[in-house]
């Protein structure tokens, strides 16, 4: 399993950045594909997550409204618009897989997860 995020950058307050995760060595309908961030001096945090097989997705509190996640079967890569960034948005974004079989859904912590990307940084300034 190989996942390579892509997409960061440094976007002033109030706009938008999309992030991509494309994916490889695994089938992504067996799979549960989950967004997860760290800011400086903080826990790694589940920000959302995708399940392939049916599209079910799942959004943390702080981004429900504001961020979408999506996927692409065919590309293997599932992608998070995220809009209206606030400041405390800036973190490294990672994305990270799990099998389906092996996790309950949806995901909601780091230890949940197997597979995981290099992550890419997004700084929102104010």
């Known amino acids: 399993v190989q996942l390579v995020e892509s997409g960061g950058g440094l976007v002033q307050a109030g706009g938008s950045l999309r992030l991509s995760c494309a994916g490889s060595g695994f089938y992504p309908n067996d799979y549960v594909i989950g967004w997860l961030r760290q800011a400086p001096g903080k826990e790694r945090e589940a920000v959302s997550c995708?399940?392939?097989?049916?599209?079910?997705?799942w959004y943390s509190d702080s981004v429900k409204g504001r961020f979408t996640i999506s996927s692409d079967n065919a590309k293997n890569t599932v992608y998070l618009q995220m809009n209206s960034l606030k400041p405390e948005d800036t973190a490294v974004y990672y994305c990270?897989?799990?099998?389906?079989?092996?996790?309950?859904?949806?995901?909601?912590?780091?230890?949940?997860?197997?597979?995981w990307g290099q992550g890419t940084q997004v700084t929102v300034s104010s």
């Open positions: 990270a897989a799990v099998s389906l079989y092996l996790t309950t859904v949806p995901p909601r912590s780091k230890s949940d997860y197997d597979w």
């Open positions: 995708i399940t392939n097989s049916d599209g079910t997705t």
